[in-house]
Nanobody
Framework: QVQLVESGGGLVQPGGSLRLSCAASGSIFSISAMGWYRQAPGNWRDLVATITRGGSPNYADSVKGRFTISRDNAKNTVYLQMNSLKPEDTAVYYC?????????WGKGTLVTVSS
């Protein structure tokens, strides 16, 4: 059974940085493209960044140049480095495969950007 556990969220001031981690159990990680998604209150869950099995990233326009997605296949972990954070980045952040699998959603990790 696949489990995805996100961590690293918190409260940060505008302009600050956070690094999110997603640890995957099960056998899907090394064969799957992965993605980070986020859901702000009252909004749909949006795609933030993706990374192929080979490590090629892609980003939503809203985070391009500020966020960096990476993965460590040996550790079954995907990361999201978030710099120059803005209040509009406030959301619960989730990882999943890309495209996402319904049964793989975890609890997410809350990122709050506020002064």
């Amino acid at each position: 059974q696949v489990q995805l556990v996100e961590s690293g969220g918190g409260l940060v001031q505008p302009g600050g940085s956070l690094r999110l981690s997603c640890a995957a159990s099960g056998s899907i990680f090394s064969i799957s493209a992965m993605g980070w998604y986020r859901q702000a209150p009252g909004n749909w869950r949006d795609l933030v960044a993706t990374i192929t099995r080979g490590g090629s990233p892609n980003y939503a326009d809203s985070v391009k140049g500020r966020f960096t997605i990476s993965r460590d296949n040996a550790k079954n972990t995907v990361y999201l480095q978030m710099n120059s954070l803005k209040p509009e980045d406030t959301a619960v952040y989730y990882c999943n495969t890309n495209p996402p699998s319904r049964g793989y959603w975890g609890k997410g990790t809350l990122v709050t950007v506020s002064s």
